[in-house]
């Protein structure tokens, strides 16, 4: 059982954008700095993607997407591909807090939750899906977040020494037909939603803003 004492926010700038490989590498460098230094507390940070880019589970060929000319980047986490583009990403680094994977995967989730909540969004667990598909976005488990019956957050954790990484996606729009060239299958639009669908107008710094009260609510001085 981890007692968090304090969860730190790092780059916390909605300004700062960059490029797929620069994230990926920030966030592993961020990893390993946790595992050496062996912190007690949690490192969050929010960032956004341009140019936009591909990112693959840590096990998928890269070699697939390369007949286009978008970047492409392998995460540390697993699970399938996905664009990144008009969107909001986190990443949450910490101890193993619980054995099971999918039960860490939920309490990241809950913060997640109540940080939309404070800005009059009510999220919920998806009803899973496991289905054969290459786009992450048309594959749905139980530990994803929905709006109304439709996967809106997917995120994939990570484990390595003790400690874990689980970043996810929080899309604010997606080119669906940029998509289906990319994945070379339909997507299933009814299955998915935006931020601009369900609130439109809200700000990077509103949105980074809730979600780290979230965080804070969840983990800050709690027994997990």
């Known amino acids: 059982m ?14 700062i954008v960059n490029n797929g490989q620069f994230n990926m590498d920030f966030d592993v460098k961020m990893l390993d700095f946790a595992i050496k230094n062996q ?5 969050i940070r929010f960032y ?3 140019p936009k880019c591909i990112s693959l589970g840590r096990n998928q060929k890269k070699d697939c997407y390369n007949n286009l000319d ?30 099971s994977i999918i039960e860490s995967y939920k309490d990241i989730s809950d913060a997640l939750i109540l940080g939309f909540k404070k800005l009059g969004i009510e999220l919920e667990y998806a009803k899973g899906e496991h289905k054969n598909l290459n ?31 689980q970043h996810g996606s929080i ?5 669906y037909d940029l998509i289906e060239k990319i994945f070379s299958q339909k997507v299933e639009k ?24 979230g965080f804070r609510e969840k983990f800050e001085n709690k027994k997990l």
């Open 39 to 43: 912190i007690d507390y949690a490192l």
């Open 48 to 50: 956004q993607w341009y």
């Open 135 to 165: 786009y992450c976005m048309n594959i749905s488990s139980g530990a994803d977040i929905s709006y109304n019956g439709k996967k809106f957050i997917g995120s994939a954790q990570y484990r390595k020494q003790g400690y874990l990484l």
């Open 171 to 175: 899309p604010y729009n997606l080119d």
């Open 190 to 213: 009814d299955k998915i939603i935006t931020l601009n669908e369900i609130k439109k107008d809200l700000s990077t710094r509103q949105i980074i803003e809730a979600l780290k009260e």
């Open 70 to 99: 978008i970047d492409v980047v392998v995460r540390p986490s697993g699970g399938r591909a996905l664009l990144h583009d008009s969107e909001l990403t986190y990443c949450f680094i910490s101890r193993a807090f619980k054995e």
């Open 2 to 15: 981890i007692y968090f004492m304090n969860v730190n926010f790092i780059e916390d700038n909605c300004n």
